[in-house]
């Protein structure tokens, strides 16, 4: 019987290990996709600027060129 209770124990402890080590895992994922949703955000406005900025090229060059 007391090896059972012991084994159990074992076991409960694992769990425990298993469980904080799943919510470190999610505690960093949760970062990483905050982290991605940041880059996400610069990257549409640097790309809107790029977009403006190529517009505003090809007006000049089509002004030059008349």
Known sequence: MKEQE???DQISSGVQRLNDM???IQ???QEHDR???TVEIHV???QTKM???RRQ???ILQ???T
């Open 6 to 8: 012991e084994m159990i």
């Open 22 to 24: 799943a919510h470190t």
């Open 27 to 29: 505690d960093e994922i």
């Open 35 to 37: 982290l991605i949703d």
């Open 44 to 46: 549409d406005v640097a």
């Open 51 to 53: 977009e403006h900025n």
């Open 57 to 59: 090229v090809e007006r």
């Open 63 to 65: 002004t030059n060129s």
